[in-house]
């Protein structure tokens, strides 16, 4: 190549030094203009809870989003079929499936968005063959090639949308973990109505069974003169009625086991083949949370999510405001051809760079503008629902303490009203079998008795509610840190009574 030619080579090219001098005026004003909002927002949260804490053994909630700790951590509640429905549960759940599958576009979405920062290379190959006139003949002509483009992120358009998706990403993570721990409440508070079901059935049994000896004893009564027909008759009754009862009761204990076999997705037989194995009384503490609410909602996945989708709305913002300057794009080839006609055989290389191309929106009727005031609309939107998730997760907390603390205070005297209703209705069963108390003496003995003994019963089931309910709205021990949503679905379980030891 000649002197002359290579200069006008060179000329061809825009010089640095004019590129930056046209450049710089737009990089000054897009820098005035680049202003998205914040990508976090304060929390005015209470300096401390208003109920009382619970009194507990263990420090914190300690399962860490591990999902074996998860399930050791359950076995603390007394119930040996507890840990392997939740299990199971989480496996067929849902929910679950669904947040997996939002994780996993959330990952697709960011490894993409994170792919337009860099350049693009395509390989292209073409083969042709005909008749040429220059040739003479029949040619055949092949060429191959590498093409690269690459989009120069001037004012971060391309950066923003990738903040956006890892932020979008992390809350999708969070997202799976919430929905791990809502299954475990659902299951443990499903489980828990039917462990109290179960006790209501034998109160009821238990009571039917008095009900029918009284009823038999006072009909021999009769017969033998000592007692009125319409005492006979109220004994009768009264025997039906309470069978009535029990046999409700079991079909609501029924009712409670399709409930989680829908849950689980275990077989009915092999549910209730776990159901067998009674449960231990719960631990009345099981664990402690932290005094100030700032740390308890740190480890809330749902609040962690809202956080983030502020996050991302504030890229989108940044986004849509860089979409309005120009855009820089440097293309290259490099590839060869040859040529093949009547014996003659033509080889060529070549290689290119450029175009470097600017691209300066000028009209488009508003769309940049709208695209900018929409993604600030769903920015402020983000900031509302962040603030108000919140709100509502310091109202959870403080309502199930304020449950904690009422079954506290009410289960002594629970318990004395059983003992002394007991003591009671012995004694006039006895007095009654002496003939010194009347039937409906006896009854309204025993009418109380069950009131109480009912009482007692709901007033469990209401705790360990109350508990798994603060479980829940503690974050059920969730931390950035936990593991990620697996690439692949779990095994649906459908194993017999088995749970981790």
Known sequence: MSLARAKSFASSFPRPGLLGLGLAPL??????????????????????????????????????????????????????????LIEAAQAASPTVGTARSRFLQARATRVSSG??????????????????????????????????????????????TRDAAQ???????????????????????????????????????????????????????????FQSTANAALARASSAEAAARARQQRALCDISVKALVALTALDEPALRARLATPAQPASDALFAIDHLPAAVLSQRPDLFNADRNVAAASAEVGSAQAKRYPRLTLAGSVGAASFRARGTNVDVSTWSIGPLSVTLPLFDGGRRRADINAAQARYDEAVTQYR???????????????????????????????????????????????????????????????????????LERERMAA?????????????????LPPDTPPAASTAPATHPS
């Open 388 to 458: 108000a998730t919140a709100r509502q997760a310091v109202r959870e907390v403080e309502e199930a303490l304020v449950n904690l603390e009422s079954t506290a205070a009410r289960t002594t005297d629970a318990r004395a009203a059983v003992e002394g209703y007991q003591a009671s209705f012995e004694a006039t069963e006895q007095r009654y079998r002496g003939g010194l108390a009347s039937l409906l003496e006896l009854e309204e003995s025993r009418r109380m008795l069950l009131t109480a003994r009912t009482t007692q019963s709901a």
């Open 167 to 225: 932020a979008r990403l992390e809350g999708a993570q969070a997202q799976w973990h919430d929905a791990r721990i809502s299954v475990a409440a659902e299951v443990a508070n499903e489980l828990n109505n039917f462990r109290s079901c179960r006790r209501e059935l034998a109160i009821q049994e238990s009571d039917a069974a008095s009900r029918a000896e009284s009823s038999r004893l006072t009909d021999l009564a009769m017969r033998a003169g």
């Open 467 to 483: 508990w798994i309910a603060l479980y829940r709205a503690a974050g059920g021990g969730w931390r950035q840190d936990a593991p």
């Open 27 to 84: 990089l000054l004003i897009a820098g005035c203009s680049l202003q998205p909002p914040a990508p976090s927002v304060p929390l005015a949260t209470p300096t401390g809870w208003q109920a009382p804490l619970p009194l507990a053994a263990g420090p914190s909630l300690p399962h860490h989003s591990s999902q074996q700790r998860l399930l050791e951590w359950w076995q603390q509640a007394g119930d040996p079929a507890l840990p392997g």
């Open 115 to 160: 792919a337009a920062l860099g350049p693009t290379l395509d390989a292209t190959a073409q083969t042709s063959r005909g008749f040429s006139q220059i040739a003479g003949g029949v040619a055949t002509q092949n060429q191959a090639g590498l093409q690269a483009s690459w989009e120069i992120d001037l004012f971060g358009a391309n950066a923003a």
